[in-house]
């Protein structure tokens, strides 16, 4: 049996806040985030954390964008550092960031050909004119 170990996630890899009414602003939201890193960082010590989107103070970069910097997929030791903490590998690297609300899907394929998951996946993601 082979158990595969992504060394980017956290125990919790993204911790979104999304505006759910007018009268509140991604801005605000990014503040909030903010504030939770940090104090997630009081609280654990040895967490690390990258920020995006309302939270990003670098100039509100996208999630997508951050986790290129970072290298996020590639594995390893980040590309780059954290904006809060230092990372650990065997504790990861959590992404606190706000955006507006968005939708996300998980879909079970019943396949064993990754071609096929890859296909729906062109199809399906927004950046390449899908849903």
């Known amino acids: 049996m082979m158990v595969m ?24 939201c990014g503040v909030f985030a903010r504030r939770v890193g940090t104090r997630l960082l009081q609280e654990a010590p040895r967490t690390s954390f990258f920020f995006y989107g309302g939270a990003d103070e670098g100039g509100g970069r996208s999630l997508a964008s951050r986790r290129k910097e970072l290298g996020w997929f590639e ?32 879909l079970s394929l019943n ?16 950046k390449s004119g899908g849903l």
């Open 111 to 126: 396949t064993r050909l990754p071609q096929v998951g890859a296909a729906v996946l062109r199809k399906s993601r927004e």
């Open 75 to 106: 594995g390893g030791t980040p590309g780059g550092s954290p904006d809060l903490g230092t990372f650990h590998p065997g504790v990861g690297l959590t992404g606190v960031g706000a955006a507006p609300y968005m939708a996300n899907f998980n």
């Open 5 to 28: 170990v992504n060394t980017r996630l956290g125990a919790v890899d993204l911790l979104p806040f999304h505006p759910l009414t007018p009268d509140l602003s991604v801005a605000e």
